[in-house]
């Protein structure tokens, strides 16, 4: 079975691709992963995209393209989520082009829909232990002593840079500019189904599985 994962970013798409991987089997292929851990392995397609790099330009879509191929050729267990990929029209071509060649076809493309809003807030509010890594919200799941971590005890906590406000709505905003022009290919094919990503993410989780196993 294959599959893509669509949300913008804080939409739980990791969280759940990961589920499906320790319960399914299945593969994430995450091309930005994906993209350094060629890089740092020497593959040819990492050593191609090593040089794009380098010269400060961005990776084509043929690489990406590529990259994707060499991936599913070393297997893809009982399945792949695509994460990240396809972006744009010619690149959901080109998977189109990758899974007829490999006589697979695209069963599901699930997006996980969000408030705006509250997924600002969601972002937003993020904070981790600095030397355990247990992570933590303002709103939802504070520790239960101020300032110190349930899990170790260590008192330093940390902030991804990029989880502010304007930074988040900017990343949201090149999600839909990105994934407009690929929804409607795959609706058109009867592909799309869409998923609260709002909701607890253990009834995302069913309502996946619901969707995979053709309820």
């Known amino acids: 079975m294959n599959i893509i994962l669509l949300g913008p970013p804080g939409a739980g798409k990791g969280t759940q691709a990961q589920r499906l991987v320790e319960e399914r089997g299945m593969v994430q292929l995450s091309t930005g992963d994906m993209l350094r851990a060629a890089v740092k392995a020497g593959t040819p397609v990492g050593l191609q995209a090593k040089a794009v790099m380098e010269a400060g330009e961005l990776v084509s879509d043929a690489i990406v393209s590529a990259l994707i191929g060499e991936r599913m050729d070393a297997?893809?267990?009982?399945?792949?989520i695509f994460d990240g990929y396809p972006r744009t029209a010619a690149q959901a071509d080109a998977l189109d082009l990758l899974l007829s060649?490999?006589?697979?076809a695209l069963d599901h493309v699930i997006e996980l829909g969000v408030d705006e809003?509250?997924?600002v807030e969601r972002i937003v509010g993020r904070f981790t232990c600095a030397v355990c890594g247990t992570g933590y919200h303002e709103t939802f799941k504070r520790p239960v002593v101020d300032n110190v971590c349930d899990v170790c005890g260590a008192s330093e906590f940390k902030r991804r840079p990029d989880d502010n406000e304007q930074t988040v709505r900017t990343r949201m905003a090149e999600y839909r500019a990105k994934t407009a022009p690929i929804i409607p290919i795959y609706e058109s094919r009867g592909l799309v189904r869409r998923v609260d990503g709002m909701a607890d993410i253990g009834q995302v989780t069913a309502a996946i599985e619901s969707i995979l196993d053709g309820r």
Do not use: I, N
């Open 75 to 80: 297997g893809t267990g009982s399945g792949a």
């Open 117 to 119: 809003d509250a997924l």
């Open 101 to 104: 060649e490999r006589g697979q």
